[in-house]
């Protein structure tokens, strides 16, 4: 499966953002999706999940209350609506896929065979 992340940009603290992942190729598998952001000289760290069903999200305890992730699997989209984004929120955002089959869903990028092209959010002050 091929990932494609969008929806970046330049905002303002306290401004929102929807970042968008489409999935194409083998979508008719079933992948858990993870969205991961990186800031530079900085580990890739997770953010949210959502498992294939959209039963179960996981979240990152920074940004609990504020991301939210959901999917549209008629559509092989996948988002992550973050509001109220603080400038320690910037970082490159990749989305990732890893098979249902694999197990639950996981925080562990090593988990994820597939990734896609992230997307640059910076957070002004």
């Known amino acids: 499966v091929q990932l494609q992340a969008s929806g970046g940009g330049l905002v303002q603290a306290g401004d929102s953002l929807r970042l968008s992942c489409v999935a194409s190729?083998?979508?008719?598998?079933?992948?858990?999706v993870g969205w991961f952001r990186q800031a530079p000289g900085t580990e890739r760290e997770f953010v949210a999940g959502?498992?294939?069903?959209?039963?179960?999200?996981l979240y990152a305890d920074s940004v609990k209350g504020r991301f939210t992730i959901s999917r549209h699997n008629y559509k092989n989209m996948v988002y992550l609506q973050m509001n109220s984004l603080k400038p320690e929120d910037t970082a490159v955002y990749s989305c990732?896929?890893?098979?249902?089959?694999?197990?639950?869903?996981?925080?562990?990028?090593?988990?994820?065979?597939?990734w896609g092209q992230g997307t640059l959010v910076t957070v002004s002050s």
């Open positions: 990732a896929a890893m098979l249902e089959s694999i197990g639950p869903i996981s925080t562990n990028r090593y988990d994820y065979d597939f």
């Open positions: 190729g083998s979508t008719s598998s079933r992948y858990h």
């Open positions: 959502i498992t294939w069903r959209g039963v179960t999200t």
